[in-house]
């Protein structure tokens, strides 16, 4: 443990957190052309029933692709004692710990004279698919940028350091370039001496000269043995069925929602807060006690998700974390964002920022009205009880005061990010006082974009080695098209061209690029096949995938390789997909053996006996066991294909599924969803991120 500074009764230290953790691997080196999950959207008729201003930010800027962030599915389920870099922050009443390489989550934050933890502070560190990108994990505070969903950041370091204060102490600044919208962010954690509240001051600026589209949402997780209390009447809901409609709060369908343990399925519920009304949410135990979330008023939106207490929920829990001790309670999270839903993005005028502060810290409320029946005493008991523990016009005090400092320059460097911010800046000769990108950051894989940038040509990677990781952003998409083409240059112009909406240009530069690839034809092949599925063709989508990981293994053999493994799983898929099963065996011969052990592989195992007609084969590879590490929230294939293979009930370690129905986890029932419009999207809860 390093003591950093000491500071009016503040203190900042850098130390290693110690957590059970799964290695996060390497990342998947192909391109990301298409979303994990399919975005959601919303029928005329839910649009036509929402506020103006929501149906605006609903549809726009979608996101078409998780570029250029590369996806993170390299993890496993193994944990073994694993030490991360934290930054401490402590007075004498709140200890909270920060881990800037894990995109600056806040893993606990504790009160000193309760002793209680206020968070749910997620013992281990487990990686699942939830991120845009992959890789995510549960537990604590979390900062969502980007898009709808968990941030490509959440498993990426972040800049920080350690800047002057307000008050004269010292807080910890953590900052970064976010890559999805191409923006710079910084979130300086504010603990004043004396104080039982954190703040964050939370500034998100666009250095272009065109408007930005912008999505911020902080989820905390809260144990879920709580009541969850909002200044609200009504909630947009979505859930398993897919749809987004007013409701009534608390009850809904004859239960009170504002007790996660009360719904059986997954959901979200964001609430309606009134214009004017202070924004605040909190989650408060039994006796009254517990956690409150509030923030200055651009911070509109406040919501609750729970995983609900069927089968399939628990074994999301069981799945994400483990408990501190047998019988403890799981989570759920409580959310603050920009905007009503999560559905929407708010717009960013050129050269513009926005800005505001948070305050997070224990509360205690008469459990009485905590826990009646009147709603709306409930809610105005807490509201009493936070003005007076924090009231409304300190926080707007504490905000005006933070602004001040927001563009100091940092001081000591507790942590260091990644070299994208840099090479952005380079580029685009920006000014961004407080949160300085040096050029000293950059490393191996900004150093070809560096090159393109000073000379206009970009390198290509060695031989045998797979394309470094695309840039997408208009500015570079240009670079590329004045560069000199070969076919590395075509390989990333096709990528540029396809996040942009081109498919048909994209198309053009991976076939031009063919030409002069020799042995490196397999990257372009892969683009090529991943088009032809988007476009409906399979069967040629099968031959090229076929043709790419013939030339992989030729040009690098078949040593377990973060390339080979993703190319075969793309493949399979999409050899399956066009009933080609003994081309998907013949992938699955060639893979190394301990490769063809990971969870991914045998789930690829059943797929391809059960094409071949054996079901009992199918249902051995079940009975052995087997994880699934990257599966996505929501997906329903594990329970597929154990009814293809067998007609028994679906094992507990399989279940995933998260809505009623002969397809999802139970019987039937109306459930908090009934009848109402659609939104479409993946079979999962919703836009948990």
Request: aromatic share 8%.
């Amino acid at each position: 443990m390093v003591v950093m500074t000491t500071n009016a009764g503040t203190t900042v230290r850098r130390t290693v957190l110690t957590l059970p953790a799964a290695p996060l691997g390497p990342e998947n080196p192909l391109p990301a052309l298409r979303l994990l999950d399919r975005p959601r959207t919303v029928d005329d008729a839910t649009r036509r029933a929402m506020p103006r201003d929501m149906a605006r930010q609903t549809g726009h800027a979608p996101l078409r692709t998780p570029l250029p962030a590369r996806i993170l599915d390299g993890y496993g389920r193994e944990r073994t004692a694993t030490a991360f870099d934290a930054i401490v922050i402590e007075n004498d009443r709140l200890r909270v710990t920060v881990l800037p390489g894990l995109g600056g989550r806040v893993h606990s934050l504790h009160h000193k004279p309760t002793g209680r933890e206020l968070l749910h502070r997620n013992p281990v560190f487990q990686p699942a698919a939830f991120a845009l990108n992959g890789a995510w994990f549960s537990g604590g505070i979390e900062w969502n940028i980007g898009a709808t969903g968990h941030t490509a950041l959440t498993c990426a370091p972040l800049h920080a350091a350690v800047v002057p204060a307000p008050d004269g102490g010292d807080m910890v600044r953590l900052w970064e370039w976010e890559r999805l919208r191409d923006l710079p962010f910084q979130v300086d954690l504010w603990l004043p001496a004396g104080s039982d509240f954190l703040y964050a001051g939370v500034r998100v600026r666009n250095p272009h000269e065109r408007p930005a589209p912008v999505y911020w949402w902080t989820n905390i997780a809260v144990p879920e043995d709580r009541r969850v209390l909002a200044p609200a009447d009504e909630a947009w809901h979505h859930g398993h069925a897919h749809t987004l409609r007013r409701v009534p709060v608390p009850y809904q369908d004859g239960e009170d929602r504002t007790y996660p343990l009360n719904s059986a399925y997954s959901g979200d519920w964001f609430y309606e807060v009134p214009d004017g009304s202070r924004k605040w949410i909190a989650a408060l135990d039994a006796e009254g006690e517990g956690f409150v979330h509030t923030s200055t008023d651009l911070l509109r939106g406040r919501k609750l998700f729970v995983w609900g207490h069927g089968r399939g929920g628990r074994r999301w829990q069981e799945w994400l974390t483990e408990p501190e001790t047998p019988g403890a309670p799981g989570y759920a999270e409580i959310q603050a964002g920009l905007a009503r839903t999560q559905l929407e993005h708010v717009r960013l005028d050129a050269e513009g920022e926005l800005n505001w502060l948070e305050a997070y810290g224990p509360l205690a409320a008469d459990p009485r009205a905590v826990h009646g029946a009147d709603w709306g005493a409930a809610r105005a008991e807490v509201a009493k009880r936070l003005e007076e523990q924090l009231p409304r016009t300190d926080v707007e005090a504490a905000c005006a005061a933070w602004r001040r400092c927001a563009d100091t320059e940092p001081g000591t460097l507790l942590a260091t990010g990644s070299g994208w911010g840099a090479l952005e800046v380079l580029r685009g000769r920006f000014t961004l006082p407080g949160t300085p990108f040096a050029e000293s950051a950059l490393g191996e894989q900004q150093e070809p974009w560096r090159e393109l940038l000073r000379t206009g040509v970009l390198p290509a990677p060695p031989p045998g080695a797979p394309p470094g990781p695309s840039l997408v952003a208009p500015h570079w998409r240009d670079m590329l098209e004045t560069a000199p083409a070969d076919w590395h240059t075509e390989y990333h112009l096709g990528v540029a061209q396809w996040h942009a909406g081109d498919r048909a240009q994209a198309v053009r530069s991976w076939e031009r690029g063919l030409g002069g690839a020799g042995a490196a034809r397999w990257p372009l092949l892969r683009c090529l096949a991943v088009a032809d599925r988007e476009g409906g063709h399979r069967e040629r989508a099968a031959d090229r995938y076929a043709e790419a990981f013939d030339g992989l293994c030729a040009a690098s053999g078949t040593d377990d390789t973060p390339a080979l493994v993703a190319l075969a799983r793309e493949a399979l898929d999409a050899l399956l997909a066009a009933g080609r099963p003994g081309a998907a065996r013949a992938v699955l011969d060639r893979l190394p053996p301990a490769v063809r052990q990971r969870g991914a592989f045998r789930l690829a195992e059943v797929r391809v006996l059960l094409a071949e007609g054996d079901r009992a084969g199918a249902r051995a590879v079940f009975d052995a066991g087997f994880d699934v590490p990257d599966l996505r929230e929501g997906a329903e294939t594990l329970g597929e294909l154990w009814s293809a293979a067998t007609d028994e009930p679906l094992p507990a370690r399989y279940d995933f599924r998260m809505r009623p129905g002969p397809e999802g986890d139970g019987p039937k029932s109306s459930g908090p969803d009934g009848d109402g419009p659609k939104t479409t999207g993946p079979k999962s809860s919703g836009p948990k991120g």
